[in-house]
């Protein structure tokens, strides 16, 4: 079946960039997406890339897809303390589970001053 | 601008009783889901539905039940709780396959 697997925790320093990391192990999977959860709250999307683009590019964010070796990552440049959260990666994929959207774990980050 | 709204925001109940929790959007939209999200395990499907009428189950459907009898609503049913189902559950909807999934605000279950 499908999954998808994040480190659980990151901390950086403020202004420093963030890099968060995923892995995915279904080869038809055709969106991948990132979203965010503050404290308290429900999660809001992030970005999204699809599958046939190797990178995507909103402000601070940088996507980048890597289909050979299945992984996703997210870049914060200047990362702020307001970043501070629990960020999923999550992915949907063609056939009999294309309804599906199936997340990882999530990993926490804190910002260090 | 409701969006989804999830009721109730927090429930505590005693081993062996029942609840419902309802899931609404005004979004018109097709797909609905219920996930369970629990420390370090992420968010795991329960049941899911593609349209008025239809469920199907997720990967933890086990102890739950759901309906989609109006397209706005979804509703994830606890026959008989167990402590094992104290959790943060959240409502999601989306248009259909490969567009932005909208949560709730999450119910925060404990079951004692």
């Known amino acids: 079946g499908e999954d998808v697997e994040q480190s659980l925790f990151l901390s950086v320093r403020e202004g420093d960039s963030s890099v968060i990391n995923c892995t995915y192990t279904?080869?038809?999977?055709?969106?991948l997406y990132w979203y965010k959860q503050e404290p308290g709250a429900g999660l809001q999307l992030l970005t999204y890339i699809f599958s046939n683009m190797d990178m995507k590019q909103d402000q601070r964010l940088t996507v980048l897809l890597n289909k050979k070796d299945k992984h996703l990552s997210l870049r914060i440049a200047d990362t702020q303390t307001g970043d501070s959260a629990i960020y999923f990666c999550a992915e949907t994929s063609l056939g009999s589970s294309a309804s599906k959207i199936i997340f990882g774990s999530g990993t926490r980050l804190s910002i260090r001053p | 601008n409701a969006g989804v709204t999830q009721t109730p925001k927090f429930r505590v109940l005693k081993t062996g009783q029942s609840m419902t929790l309802l899931c609404a959007q005004d979004?018109?939209?097709?797909?609905m889901y219920w996930y369970r999200q629990d420390p370090g395990m992420g968010l795991r499907l329960i049941h899911y539905?593609?349209?008025?009428?239809?469920?199907a189950k997720g990967e933890v459907p086990d102890g739950y039940n759901v309906s989609r009898l109006k397209k706005q609503n979804f509703l994830l049913g606890l026959e008989s709780a167990a402590p094992s189902q104290t959790s943060v559950y959240f409502c999601?909807?989306?248009?259909?396959?490969?567009?932005?999934?909208?949560f709730g605000q999450g119910t925060r279950l404990t079951v004692v």
């Open positions: 999601a909807s989306r248009t259909g396959m490969n567009t932005e999934a909208f």
């Open positions: 539905s593609v349209g008025e009428g239809t469920t």
């Open positions: 979004m018109n939209h097709e797909y």
């Open positions: 279904d080869s038809s999977s055709t969106y």
